[in-house]
């Protein structure tokens, strides 16, 4: 693993970072939206991951986030905390869904926070599947 290979600017985020920063906030429409990241380099073949931290106006336990996410289109849950097995880039590769696990509260925002991490692969989610859902959504 290494730090990400793109240009680190003044506020010490590289270019990848500050990315996507702007493009949540984008897609979300709301720049008032508090996001931070760290994108580091892992030599895998095709997958993206990213650890999620999210702050809810409400409080929301792990079960509420498991059934909202056991239910979403495009998503599979791995979370066996038993067994240690969680979303891992080797085994997005291939697939339609994007892998989500390690779902478990935010011990720094009590009960208002959530942290996650998801693994896709960032060919079929990331480019070419998610331009073929778009277009039939349209």
Known sequence: MFS???????????EEENKMVH?????????EIRV???CVRVP???????????????PMTEAQVRQVLA?????TVVDDRQANHFPMPLEATGQDN?????????MSLDDHGIDLFVSGDQIRK???????????LL
Do not use: M, W
């Not at 994007?98 to 935010?106: E, K, N, T």
């Not at 990331?126 to 039939?136: D, K, R, T, Y």
């Open 4 to 14: 990400h290979n793109s240009k680190v600017g003044d506020n010490g985020y590289n």
């Open 23 to 31: 493009e949540t906030r984008k897609i979300f429409h709301a720049p």
């Open 36 to 38: 931070t990241a760290t």
């Open 44 to 58: 895998v073949l095709r997958a993206h991951c990213e650890s999620i931290n999210i702050e809810f106006s409400r």
């Open 71 to 75: 239910a979403a289109p495009g998503v």
């Open 98 to 106: 994007v892998l989500v696990g390690r779902i478990r509260q935010d």
């Open 126 to 136: 990331g480019a070419a599947l998610n331009a073929v859902q778009i277009a039939e």
